[in-house]
């Protein structure tokens, strides 16, 4: 079946600087989503993707979905410790089931 | 507008015991989900339901049963609770599962804890 890698599984990261996740599937994807899950909290949407090569920003956040639409990532700008929390990504084919990764848990050092 | 609501927030049973987590939505959604979340597993579907009368098994679907006798309640029952059971559960929901782009985002309830003793 369809499955959602997520690599690193944690991230620590000092407030500032720059990182990136990525999130790897093992089958060809109509779209990719994104969601964060602050500590204690619930997941909240925070984009969807849905062409090849497609590129999203929101404010530090940029979201790429890859040319095969096999891969995505998050590259945030300047962390902030606004920031902790889990992201994960959630693809799903023409048809199926959505699949969530298994996330990445990211720690801000101030 | 309350969005998805999950009551217990937090429940301990004792293995063997029975229960149901309730779930209910109000945007008219088709679509309702369970999920069970633990520590490096991400989020794995348990049970879904693409409307009224229709549930489906998902990726977890043993020692839970669900049913979906109307578009706003989806609750999920624990038959006989095991250890192994003891996890964060999330209710999701969204307008529908494929077709226009956007109508297949996730609302998450607040989330369900539960220990299994």
């Known amino acids: 079946g369809q499955q959602v890698m997520q690599i690193p599984q944690y991230q620590h990261v000092q407030e500032g600087e720059d990182f990136t996740t990525y999130c790897n599937s093992s089958?060809?994807?109509?779209?990719i989503q994104w969601y964060k899950q602050r500590p204690g909290g619930h997941p909240v949407f925070l984009i969807q993707l849905v062409k090849s090569g497609e590129v999203k920003k929101q404010k530090r956040l940029t979201f790429q979905f890859g040319e095969a639409k096999k891969n995505s990532s998050l590259h945030i700008t300047a962390t902030q410790t606004t920031d902790v929390g889990t992201y994960f990504c959630?693809?799903?084919?023409?048809?199926?089931?959505?699949?969530f990764g298994g996330g990445t848990r990211v720690l801000v050092k101030p | 507008n309350a969005g998805v609501t999950q009551t217990p927030k937090f429940q301990v049973l004792k293995t063997g015991q029975s229960m149901t987590l309730q779930c209910a939505q109000d945007?008219?959604?088709?679509?309702m989900s369970w999920y069970r979340q633990d520590p490096g597993m991400g989020l794995r579907l348990i049970h879904y339901?693409?409307?009224?009368?229709?549930?489906d098994q998902g990726e977890v679907p043993n020692g839970y049963n669900v049913s979906r006798s109307t578009t706003e309640d989806f609750p999920l029952r624990l038959l006989s609770a095991a250890p192994s059971q003891t996890s964060v559960y999330f209710c999701a929901s969204t307008l529908r599962r494929t077709g226009v782009s956007g109508a297949n985002v996730l609302t998450f309830g607040a989330g369900s804890r539960l220990t299994v003793l």
């Open positions: 089958t060809t994807l109509s779209n």
């Open positions: 339901s693409v409307g009224a009368g229709i549930t």
């Open positions: 945007m008219n959604h088709e679509y």
């Open positions: 959630a693809g799903s084919a023409a048809g199926n089931k959505l699949t």
